[in-house]
């Protein structure tokens, strides 16, 4: 079945993207994140450093809990192809341990959708990994990567640092 809301196609961002295919109401719920329901050991051994360099594939993956990760390369549905945004148009709410994406302000046709993937690797973020997962969203408020990085070591910019504390 289609999804009326989403539709994929290549994106500015990266690769492939999900867009609005028609106006999309602010808190509407866009798509279920689906795919194979693994544990974070089976995550690392699939996609570990060691084994793995498709760097495409962490971005997968969607950490449900501490115990769970969907692999949405494995079984997944078009939710996968959403990209990240610094600035998103919509949220991905976990609900009874099912994962949705949810518009959080009214989306017009043709827009591309997005969230914040807050990727959490671990504890040691260094710069590496914050390349690694480098942001292209090219929002004002780009943190410059896709990782979840509460407290940066040293602020790109006056600017990037007032961001921050305003999300805090
Ligand atoms: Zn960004």
Redesign the pocket.
Known sequence: MQNPYLEVRASAIEGRGGFARQRIPKGTRIIEYLGKRITQAQANRLYGDENCDDEVGHVYLFTVSSRTIIDGGVDGNDARFIN???EPNCESVVKKGRVYIEAIRTIEAGEELNYDYQLDIGEDVTEEDKQRYA?????AS???TMLDVPKPKRARSKRAATEKQKAA
């Open positions: 990240h945004s610094c942001c292209l969203c090219g929002s780009c943190r410059g």
